[in-house]
C-alpha cells in the first residue's frame, strides 16, 4: 500500500508501531515491526544513552528496513539522544514534548526525516512553518500522554488534516485495521498504534502489565493529572487515590507530590500494576490477545483491506 508516508519514509506499510517508554525502549519490538513493512520506533525515553546506542546497533543489524527513534525534546538526556542518532545515521526522528526548529538544520543536512508530535492544527502549523518533514496526531483515547485539551481522535486528526499540508501519521483508540481505515479516511497517510503493540511478546513490560490490558474493558481507563501533562491509564488504586485526592479539593502541589509519588516503571518492570502508571489507550477495551508483532502487522493489513472493501461494497 502507497501512501505520502510510505514514499516519504521508503517503508512498505502504513503501519507504525507508537514509541512506548519501556515497551518499544529496545531492540525487539521495533525490529519486528521494521521487518514485517512498518515502522518500529525505539522510544529513548527512559534508556540510558549507551543502551539507546546499542538497541540502534541491534536493529540496524537484524534489518534494512528504515526505523525510527522517537525522542522526547524536554528529557535531560535528549541532546545525548540526538546526538547518537547523528552519529549511527538513524534514518527517521520522532520528535515530542518540544520546539524542532533548533534542530531541522542540522538532520536535514544528513537526510534525516523529522516527524513531529503535535497536540492541535495550531501546533501543526507551527511545526509545518518550522519544516518539519510529516505530523504525528494523537487523540485524546491514547494512552500515555494524549493532547491535554482532550480532544478526540477523529475531531482532532480532521482538524489537522485541513489545517496542514504534511504527511499525517494519526493514532489513538486504534486496535485493528478498522480502525485504521476509518483515521485514513480523516485524512492520514498512515496510522501509529501504541497499546495494540504492547500486547506483543516482544513489548519490553511485565507480564502482569500485558495481563491487566488483556482485562481491561472499554471504560477501565482513566485521565490523570489534568492540569499538567496528563496521562491516559488503566484505573486502579493509584488512579482512584489521586481522583479521591482531588475530589478532596488537594492543592496543586499535593497533586504534584502525589502523581510523582508513582512511575510507569513501576508497572512496566516491577509488574506494580496496582500502583504504578499503567499506561494504556482506550482500545483495550478492544484487545483480548497476545499476538507476535509480525504477524500482528500481516494481521492489521488484513483487516485494512477487509474495512475498505467492505466500506466499497456499501458505496455501491
Not at 489534568?226 to 491509564?233: E, F
Not at 488512579?239 to 507530590?257: I, N, R
Request: hydrophobic share 50%; with cysteine.
Amino acid at each position: 500500500m502507497r501512501t505520502r508516508i510510505t514514499e516519504l519514509l521508503g517503508i512498505r506499510l502504513p503501519i507504525v508501531q507508537a514509541g512506548m517508554s519501556w515497551a518499544s525502549s529496545n531492540a525487539a519490538l521495533p525490529l519486528a515491526v521494521a521487518r514485517a513493512g512498518g515502522l518500529g520506533v525505539i522510544a529513548a525515553g527512559p534508556m540510558r544513552p549507551d543502551a539507546l546506542r546499542a538497541a540502534i546497533c541491534d536493529v540496524r543489524a537484524g534489518t534494512d528496513a528504515p526505523f525510527a527513534v522517537n525522542v522526547p525534546l524536554y528529557n535531560k538526556d535528549a541532546a545525548a539522544y540526538l546526538d547518537i542518532v547523528e552519529e549511527e545515521r538513524v534514518p527517521i526522528i520522532i520528535a515530542s514534548q518540544g520546539g524542532p526548529k533548533a534542530h531541522l538544520a542540522r538532520f536535514h543536512a544528513m537526510g534525516v526525516k523529522w516527524l513531529h508530535v503535535v497536540a492541535s492544527p495550531a501546533h501543526a502549523q507551527k511545526a509545518e512553518d518550522a519544516g518539519v518533514d510529516a505530523l504525528v496526531v494523537v487523540g485524546a483515547e491514547a494512552g500515555g500522554h494524549p493532547p491535554p485539551d482532550e480532544v478526540g481522535t477523529l475531531v482532532l486528526v480532521r482538524a489537522v488534516a485541513r489545517a496542514a499540508t504534511l504527511p499525517i501519521i494519526a493514532g489513538g483508540g486504534v486496535a485493528d485495521g478498522h480502525g485504521m481505515a476509518a483515521l485514513m479516511a480523516l485524512g492520514a497517510d498512515a496510522v501509529q498504534l501504541g497499546t495494540r503493540f504492547l500486547m506483543t511478546p516482544e513489548a519490553g513490560v511485565h507480564d502482569a502489565y500485558k495481563a491487566a490490558v488483556r482485562d481491561a474493558g472499554l471504560a477501565d481507563t482513566a485521565l490523570v493529572g489534568r492540569g499538567g501533562l496528563p496521562i491516559r491509564m488503566l484505573r486502579n488504586a493509584f488512579a482512584a487515590a489521586y481522583q479521591a485526592a482531588v475530589a478532596a479539593g488537594a492543592g496543586a502541589e499535593e497533586l504534584k507530590t502525589l502523581f510523582a509519588s508513582r512511575s510507569l516503571k513501576d508497572a512496566a518492570l516491577r509488574g506494580d500494576v496496582e500502583w504504578g502508571k499503567t499506561e494504556a489507550g482506550q482500545s483495550a477495551g478492544l484487545i483480548d490477545d497476545i499476538v507476535p508483532a509480525g504477524a500482528l502487522v500481516a494481521r492489521l493489513m488484513d483487516e485494512l483491506r477487509e474495512a475498505i472493501n467492505d466500506l466499497n461494497g456499501k458505496l455501491k
